[in-house]
């Protein structure tokens, strides 16, 4: 009720105004009261004093009691006048009733009346004078002087019932104008208190409003200089105060969800490609995985890597690495439908979740088409860069919807792509487990192997177009202790894709640098040895700093040896590898290009790297029995070879009619088993290498070699 100050002040006023109008009233009735009761006992005495003179007379004179009577009831009778008398009671000296007088109140007052029936008066309980009692006012008055009194004059006046009526005739008067005085003063009290109150109910409704619109920009309009204006004005100032901490708390908050974005992409994403991170990948594969369980459906998941990218980033820059990064997630991303999830693992490491339930031909329709997207040269400062990719693809139930097993059986069939060559993509099945277990004990024994010295080197003989021995190809024969005998056309690819191939290079060189005197013991000529480099050996600038110390440690000619490089391994990082060979070359050694004719089709960075030597591949040489095609390369390598004076080796030479051939179209130097297989150091003392009489005679070619044709 009490709900705001206007009201609690209206109350207030309310009941002050009612309480003081009440005040009044009570005074003003009981002042009214005592003044009725006066001017009445005034008239009582007046006319009780009139009235006992009157019947003096009558009481001296007359003993007759009947005519006293008469005369007293004629004395009394003008009393009818006053309505307000109950009784007057004329009583002898000695108190005995004469004559009662019942007056127009009279009738109205029975009960009264039947109290004083009493036929004498009772001076001790009734006085002589003026007395009140049971509402009634009586006058007692002696007739006649004393001692000479002849009675009593008792008159009784009703002074309760006009007392009463006048009371209520005053009050209903009064009430009116009170009434009336009251409103006024309420109004005039309201008036001025809505006046008082309007600045505080104007602050109120600020308030309100603010608190509604939640608009801290708000002030209030100052007017005045009292109380409420100083409230108001100090309310503006807190205002001021909560809409500066309010822009604080703003910046801060947006600061805060900046930094909550960030940290999410961060925990989540890869800063490089923008693309979900392992813990991202693992954690949806994990509810992906759940979730095909339970439905009985099959998930898979195709897990990739770059071909090269560790040359790119070794040779060029991590730049030049993080550029390729982002196109290839570029590229894969934009193959991809809605709904598939591409992912950087780290490095040059990406899953892919596809989306639904492919079937194997869509998975392999998938994987044709990343790699067909990849393989579209990368150009950096308008440098192409060419890269490819390795695919391993895998299947929940194969995995028994393991995480881990899911992953690994992915990177599992990738490693089985990487091995396979490159560009290639790989379903998982459970032998591929036996192959990579193997492969991991490989890995694992290399720097033990060399430790242990259980590589051995072999050495295949060359020979040139006189049929002498020329050199030889140092070739690396790994006996493992539990797996046996090693290829190297296992456990070289191993090497390299774990970055463990500069060990065993160092060691083949320091071999090599060591067996030489007695290598070049073998014969009075000066004998060339071949040494295999890979990829990553060219990147490193510790090769030709190791090649020059050994040389020199050993006393060792750098014209006595030649390092053989694949096609593939140079172009991977081209400008790198042209460096370090030239390097090499500058020293003295020369350079090979090994397996030629199996990678690049395009032949024109030919005349752009230093090499003396092109090895045309076995592969070409193997089917130039048979193949015509293999023929028309052989030739072509060799004509171009020649025209850019380079010198020919042929490997893999293990019929006279491939040699005989080779000899026709002009093949410096012979490798093959031919000649020799790979021996062992002490077996080279064993055996001959002079093939002057095979290269003597012509060989017919008793077949015409164009009549099998295989391209
Ligand atoms: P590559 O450099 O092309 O070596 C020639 C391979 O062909 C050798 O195999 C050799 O034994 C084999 N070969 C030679 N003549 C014939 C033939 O008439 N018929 C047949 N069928 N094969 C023949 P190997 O020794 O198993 O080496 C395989 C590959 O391993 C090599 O190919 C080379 O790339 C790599 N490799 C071998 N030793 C080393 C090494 O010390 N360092 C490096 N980086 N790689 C090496
Ligand atoms: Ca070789
Ligand atoms: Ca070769």
Known sequence: MFSSIKSSVIAIILLLVVSLSAGIMGFVLIEYEQLYADVVQDNLTGLSQNAAEDLLPVLTASTDTAKQKKDIQALLAPLDAYSNVVQANVYAIDTRLLHRYTGPAGHQNIMQLSANDNQSLDLRSMPEGISVKNGMMISITKIGETPFSLGYLQVIFDLQG??????????????????????????????????????????????????????????????????????????????????????????????????????????????????????????????????????????????????GFKSINDSLGHEAGDHVLVEVANRVTQLMRDGDLVSRLGGDEFLIV?????????????????????????????????????????????????????????????????????????????????????????????????????????????????????????????????????????????????????????????????????????????LRISLNLSAHDLHSDELYDYVNEQMSEHHVNPYFVEFEVTESAYLESFSTSNDCLKKLGELGCSIALDDFGTGYSSLSYLTQIKIDTLKIDQQFVKEIDYSSRSRLVTSTIIDLAKSLNLTICAEGIESRIQQSYLTELGCDYYQGYLYSKPLPLHELFEKDFDFKQEFNHEILITEPLDTVYNF
């Open 162 to 307: 006009p007392l009463t009526a006048s009371k209520l005739s005053l009050l209903t008067q009064t009430l009116t104008t009170v009434s009336v005085a009251t409103l006024g003063v309420m109004t005039i009290a309201l008036l001025l208190l809505n006046r008082l109150l309007q600045p505080l109910s104007r602050l109120s409704s600020f308030t309100r409003q603010i608190e509604s619109a939640k608009n801290y920009s708000l002030r209030f309009s100052l007017q005045g200089k009292n109380e409420v204006a100083q409230l108001g004005h100090n309310i503006n100032s807190m205002l001021d105060t909560i809409n500066q901490e309010l822009e604080k708390n703003k910046s801060h908050t947006k600061t805060l969800e900046a930094q909550q974005v960030t940290m999410t992409k961060l925990a989540n994403y890869d800063g490089l490609t923008g693309l979900p991170n392992r813990q991202f990948i693992m954690d949806t594969l994990r509810y992906k995985l759940a979730d095909a369980k339970r439905n009985g459906e099959d998930q898979a998941l195709m897990f990739f890597d770059l071909d």
């Open 354 to 526: 596809p989306n639904g339930q492919p079937s194997i031909a869509e998975l392999k329709e998938i994987s044709m088409r990343l790699l067909h997207t990849i393989d579209q040269p990368i150009i950096l400062k308008g440098v192409e860069l060419r890269i490819g990719l390795s695919i391993g693809i895998a299947s929940a139930i194969d995995a028994h919807y393991d995480l881990t097993d899911l992953v690994s059986n992915a990177d599992v069939a990738m490693y089985r792509s990487k091995s396979n060559g490159r560009g290639t993509y790989t379903l998982f099945s459970s032998d591929l487990i036996e192959d990579y277990k193997r492969k991991l004990l490989i890995t694992n024994s290399i720097v033990r192997a060399i430790e242990e010295d259980e590589f051995k080197l072999y050495y295949q003989a060359k020979i040139n177009r006189e049929g002498l021995l020329f050199g030889f190809e140092a070739l690396i024969r790994w006996v493992h202790p539990t797996l046996g005998h090693i290829s190297p056309g296992e456990f070289i690819p191993i090497a390299e894709q774990s970055g463990k191939i500069p060990t065993i290079t160092k060691w083949v060189i320091a071999q090599v640098c060591q067996e030489m005197q007695a290598i070049q013991s073998l014969t009075e000529r000066d």
